[in-house]
């Protein structure tokens, strides 16, 4: 199964290397950036997103209502947060569309 950071994290550094002329100076601040320690509430994790031309975010965030993930045209992951818990049933599928496995949270 797949964790809320390690997409994150795989998803910053696809962005980041698919940059073109804004990848040096966006490889530097984010290098600062990530040096930085953020403590998170309970539920809650640290997420990065561009601000700007030139910027970054870096700040807490908390999901809440319905997460796909979604891998080019294939589905992979669909279920429902609340105030940052997964809840209720969680679907995970192969790449032919089928389901791999269901989780219920509740």
Same mark, same amino acid.
Request: glycine share 8%; net charge positive; aromatic share 12%.
């Given at each position: 199964?797949?964790s809320n950071?390690?997409i994150?994290?795989?998803?910053?550094?696809?962005?980041?290397?698919?940059?073109?002329?804004?990848?040096?100076?966006?490889?530097?601040?984010?290098?600062?950036?990530?040096?930085e320690?953020?403590?998170c509430?309970d539920?809650?994790?640290?997420? $990065? /997103?561009? +601000?700007?031309e030139r910027?970054?975010?870096k700040?807490c965030?908390?999901?809440? @209502? *319905? $997460? /796909?993930? +979604?891998?080019?045209?294939?589905?992979?992951i669909?279920g429902?947060?609340?105030n @940052? *818990?997964?809840?209720?049933?969680?679907?995970?599928?192969?790449?032919?569309?089928?389901?791999?496995?269901?989780?219920?949270?509740?």
């Amino acid at each position: 199964m797949f964790s809320n950071k390690k997409i994150i994290s795989c998803m910053i550094l696809l962005f980041l290397t698919s940059c073109d002329s804004e990848t040096t100076i966006r490889k530097k601040q984010s290098h600062k950036m990530h040096s930085e320690k953020i403590e998170c509430p309970d539920n809650a994790h640290v997420e $990065y /997103s561009p +601000w700007g031309e030139r910027g970054w975010v870096k700040a807490c965030k908390k999901n809440h @209502g *319905k $997460y /796909s993930v +979604w891998e080019g045209d294939i589905k992979r992951i669909d279920g429902q947060f609340f105030n @940052g *818990k997964k809840v209720g049933i969680w679907t995970f599928y192969n790449n032919d569309g089928s389901i791999s496995k269901t989780v219920n949270y509740d």
